[in-house]
């Protein structure tokens, strides 16, 4: 999951070259992406799980905490992501 998401974050900023890995940051000071390219990385992630079945919640009040966000790497998403499809399925 971590690969596809690094995909669709490099097809969002346009820029296939960029340098994002598991342990990148999402948002803030050394984050990849600005806030609205973290909602259409969220938007499509949506997409995805639609496609495979299940429905992806990205607003929740523990994707929206400092300390706990989903938000804080790469990782971190995949991991939320396979969590809830996993749930769901």
Same mark, same amino acid.
């Given at each position: 999951?971590?690969?596809?998401?690094?995909?669709?974050? +490099?097809?969002?900023?346009?820029?296939?070259?960029?340098?994002?890995?598991? $342990?990148?940051? =999402?948002?803030?000071? *050394?984050?990849?992406?600005? #806030?609205?390219? =973290?909602?259409?990385?969220?938007?499509?992630?949506?997409?995805?799980? $639609?496609?495979?079945?299940?429905?992806?919640?990205?607003?929740?009040?523990?994707?929206? #905490? *400092?300390? *706990?966000?989903?938000? *804080?790497?790469?990782? #971190?998403?995949? $991991?939320?992501?396979? +969590?809830?499809? $996993?749930?769901?399925?």
């Amino acid at each position: 999951m971590t690969e596809q998401i690094i995909e669709v974050i +490099r097809d969002v900023s346009g820029d296939e070259a960029m340098d994002v890995s598991e $342990d990148s940051s =999402l948002v803030g000071e *050394r984050g990849v992406l600005d #806030s609205m390219g =973290l909602v259409q990385v969220c938007l499509r992630l949506e997409e995805l799980a $639609d496609d495979q079945g299940f429905s992806f919640d990205w607003t929740s009040e523990a994707a929206m #905490s *400092r300390s *706990r966000s989903i938000f *804080r790497s790469v990782r #971190s998403l995949a $991991d939320e992501f396979t +969590r809830q499809r $996993d749930v769901q399925c």
